[in-house]
C-alpha cells in the first residue's frame, strides 16, 4: 500500500528556512503526482506546492510561490519541500500526499494518500 512519511519539521524564527522530506514506499515513484499541505488548527487544510513525477511539472500556491521550492529525487522515493523565509502564519502541521495520475502538464489532482505530517512553529 502507498506509504509517506514527512520530516524535517521544528521550530524556527520568522524569515529562517527548513527542509522537509517526504519519504515514500509502496507504489511506482514516476507514476504519480506528490503535493504538500499545510494545516493550522482551525483553519481548512492550504495546497502550497506539487510535484507531478512523470513529467516533472510543478505549481505553487500564491503564499508560497517565491519562498518554496518542491523537488523530487526517484532514486531515494523521496520528495522535498524547501521553506524559505518563513513567516509566523506558516505555523501549521504539514502533510505530503501522493496521486496516481498519469496525465502530464499539470499536478493538480485529487489526493488520496496521505502522511501522518510534521508541525512547523514559526516564531516572532
Known amino acids: 500500500e502507498v506509504r509517506l512519511v514527512e520530516s524535517g519539521g521544528g521550530l524556527v524564527q520568522a524569515g529562517g528556512s527548513l527542509r522537509l522530506a517526504c519519504a515514500s514506499s509502496g507504489f511506482i515513484f514516476d507514476d504519480y503526482a506528490i503535493a504538500w499541505f499545510r494545516r493550522a488548527p482551525g483553519n481548512e487544510r492550504e495546497g502550497l506546492a506539487c510535484?507531478?513525477?512523470?513529467?516533472?511539472?510543478?505549481y505553487y500556491g500564491d503564499s508560497v510561490k517565491g519562498r518554496f521550492t518542491i523537488s523530487s529525487d526517484s532514486a531515494k522515493r523521496t520528495v522535498y519541500l524547501e521553506m524559505n523565509n518563513l513567516k509566523p502564519e506558516g505555523t501549521a502541521i504539514y502533510y505530503c500526499?501522493?496521486?496516481?495520475?498519469?496525465?502530464?502538464?499539470?499536478?493538480?489532482?485529487?489526493?488520496?494518500?496521505w502522511g501522518q505530517g510534521t508541525q512547523v512553529t514559526v516564531s516572532t
Open positions: 510535484i507531478n513525477n512523470n513529467d516533472g511539472t510543478t
Open positions: 500526499a501522493a496521486a496516481f495520475q498519469k496525465l502530464e502538464g499539470t499536478c493538480q489532482f485529487e489526493y488520496d494518500n
